[in-house]
């Protein structure tokens, strides 16, 4: 079974700065996918950013992106220029490639972002 | 579109009572999911449909949770002699595909036994 572990129970960063949180995560599989979901006080989960395993490239979406290294089963969310919009609880999620077992996603326990403004 | 809605927002219950908690997917998702998050944890997968069926129950704690998805849209999670433990939030997501596809996340149902 895959297992995702997210380290910082809690992180804090001044607005405007960067911030980088971290997650591994323990697979046997080599295709799978790996996401990060914010959930702000809402309860609703949004989806960040999305890497294949199979592509060597780094995923980016505006002011996030990910330092993807699949050797080392690490797989971090940089946020840059932070906004006080951007606090929220950060969850670092898998889900095999070929959907063998359960294709739900494996979640970490989350690490709750701060903003000071 | 509409995004998943879940209902209620919230359900309070007495210990041994049922529930029953509702997802409406995005329209044209062909699959839906099913999760359930405990306070200060990430969520946890359930159960997962295609179509109709249940694809995957593995995740369902035991015999007093049950799901449907008669028509292949809304789904209802029944609860029979909820538990104390039973207290949480209940997620339910929808992807287009059932593989390859992300998963789109309602606003979950806050359960709480009493």
């Known amino acids: 079974a895959q297992t995702v572990t997210q380290s910082q129970p809690e992180m804090s960063v001044q607005e405007a700065e960067t911030v980088t949180l971290s997650c591994t995560y323990d697979t046997s599989e080599s295709d799978y996918y790996l996401f990060w979901y914010k959930q702000p006080p809402s309860r609703q989960m949004i989806l960040v950013i999305r890497q294949e395993a199979y592509k060597q490239q780094n995923a980016t979406e505006n002011r996030f992106s990910v330092n993807f290294q699949k050797a080392a089963k690490s797989f971090s969310l940089k946020i840059s220029d932070s906004q006080l919009g951007d606090a929220a609880m950060y969850f670092c999620?898998?889900?095999?490639?070929?959907?063998?077992?359960?294709?739900?996603?494996?979640f970490g326990k989350g690490t709750h972002l701060i903003i000071q403004p | 579109g509409a995004g998943v809605s879940q209902t209620p927002s919230n359900k309070v219950t007495e210990k041994g009572k049922y529930v029953e908690l509702r997802c409406d997917p995005i329209?044209?998702?062909?699959?839906l999911y099913w999760y359930r998050q405990s306070l200060g944890q990430g969520p946890e997968f359930l159960i997962y449909?295609?179509?109709?069926?249940?694809?995957?129950d593995s995740g369902l704690p035991n015999d007093r949770f049950f799901a449907v998805r008669p028509e292949g849209s809304v789904s209802t999670l029944k609860i029979q002699r909820t538990e104390r433990g039973d207290s949480a939030v209940y997620l339910c997501?929808?992807?287009?595909?059932?593989?390859?596809?992300?998963?789109?996340f309602g606003p979950g149902t806050r359960l709480t036994v009493l």
């Open positions: 329209s044209g998702h062909t699959a």
């Open positions: 997501a929808s992807s287009l595909l059932l593989r390859t596809d992300t998963q789109y």
């Open positions: 449909f295609q179509g109709t069926g249940a694809a995957d």
């Open positions: 999620a898998y889900r095999s490639y070929d959907g063998g077992g359960a294709d739900g996603l494996t």
